[in-house]
């Protein structure tokens, strides 16, 4: 079964909110054997809508609807597909006694632009909104089926979870979608390809395999469809195993999580603590590390030290290192690794120093130009990277790259 997403709203079109909606119930969808072919986000306008419709409807056998629902003039969702399945609207009594339930909990007057969300179209199924006044309204036209919902999150995700995948489950029998992911780092897209071009050429029709890059990352994703699950696992699994074996010096995990959270967990298990010294990343490889729960039993925490003084006081590097060879140098990011392992404590520590951008750079040491150390009690190893003008881009590089030498040296230190 074939779906198509389509969110109605200026505010996603103008920026105002982020679609998080579409990107939750693709995975949901997927879950249960449904994929998506496409997603659409159109304005507050029926012509809009009613085209977007005529063409998912070409696409899709399933066509899900976010927006629009809300009590204001400016929500014309219901409205107009009142009009283009040519079905009136009614008042759907269960559905005013239940915001009638919501307002008086409130102890606030209902107006008519409140009763008036209780109109539906005279042929839909109305799926009551436990968390909202907006119900849901599920169309079955000529074979396709439609379903209209809240664009608020909290309200969709409700309506999906506990009334649209357990009905799509049990009208259908839908085939298994299995996903396998590797996470690769240190190598680029296109030798990555050339490196397991032939074992990409022997895969069977139902197994296709994507690449998602990322800055100085790329997942690899094998998918399969059909009908028996533990055999498309197992094929998934074994293609999976040649990848890796192929590749095994740039695999970071063999499953979706990222970078950062894949070294968590191998710290974690060998007990091992990690602090960072950062400058030109500013935080960010702190952020990264810390975003993820139970980030505490390794992470001890770190210094962002943009100034001399601080890099001195804080880090322990020498004033001579600083003003011989400046900020940006193997010296000086190898004295900032060694302070924060003594400083903090940890087995291991990141340390960065670089020219994010856009200004700052100097002959010999243009912008991009970054050094990064990774340290323990015993050692440290520093290498010189060469990045882009772009600022943002240099830091998130900066943080894969410092991520993925730490990487390496625990593979070193641990096998």
């Known amino acids: 079964m074939l779906a198509e997403i389509i969110t109605i709203g200026d505010e996603i079109l103008i920026g105002q909110i982020v679609d998080t909606n579409s990107a939750w119930m693709g995975r949901e969808l997927n879950k249960i054997g449904i994929s998506v072919k496409q997603i659409t986000s159109v304005s507050d306008n029926a012509e809009h809508i009613v085209q977007s419709l005529d063409e998912a409807q070409k696409r899709a056998d399933l066509i899900l609807i976010t927006g629009g629902l809300g009590p204001t003039k400016d929500d014309i969702t219901k409205l107009t597909l009142s009009k283009y399945f040519n079905m009136p609207l009614r008042r759907d009594q269960a559905t005013l006694e239940h915001i009638q339930t919501i307002f008086a909990g409130l102890n606030r007057p209902m107006i008519d632009v409140n009763i008036r969300q209780a109109d539906v179209p005279d042929g839909c199924v109305v799926i009551q909104n436990k968390n909202g006044t907006a119900p849901c309204m599920w169309f079955e036209v000529d074979g396709k089926i439609i379903v209209s919902m809240p664009g608020v999150p909290f309200e969709m995700m409700y309506l999906m979870e506990e009334e649209i995948l357990p009905r799509l489950k049990k009208a259908f029998v839908l085939p298994f979608i299995v996903h396998k992911t590797i996470l690769t780092s240190g190598l680029g897209e296109s030798f990555l390809a050339q490196q397991i071009e032939d074992i990409e050429d022997s895969l069977p029709s139902y197994i296709k395999l994507a690449y998602l890059p990322k800055l100085g990352q790329v997942r690899l994703r094998l998918s399969a469809e059909g009908n028996d699950e533990s055999t498309l696992r197992a094929d998934v699994n074994s293609y999976a195993q040649q990848i890796i074996q192929r590749i095994n010096l740039h695999v970071v995990i063999d499953e979706d999580v990222p970078l950062e959270k894949a070294i968590l967990d191998k710290m974690k298990a060998k ?21 993820h729960a139970g980030s505490s039993a390794v992470f001890a925490g770190g210094a962002v030290a943009y100034s001399y003084d601080l890099k001195e006081s804080i880090l322990g590097v020498k004033h001579q290192t600083l003003t011989e060879f400046g900020a940006v140098s ?86």
């Open 330 to 415: 193997e010296q000086t990011v190898k004295e900032m690794a060694q302070g924060a392992i003594t400083h903090f404590k940890t087995d291991y520590s990141i340390a960065v120093s670089g020219i994010a951008g856009p200004d700052g750079g100097i002959p010999g040491k243009p912008v991009g130009t970054v050094w990064i150390a990774i340290g323990t009690k015993d050692k440290v190893v520093a290498k010189l990277f060469t990045f882009s003008s772009k600022r943002i881009q240099n830091i998130e590089r900066s943080a894969t790259a410092a991520l993925t030498m730490l990487l390496n040296l625990l593979k070193q230190d641990l096998n």
């Open 271 to 291: 007990n091992l603590t990690l602090s960072t010294a950062e400058s030109c990343t500013g935080g960010y490889i702190s952020h990264l590390i810390t975003q």
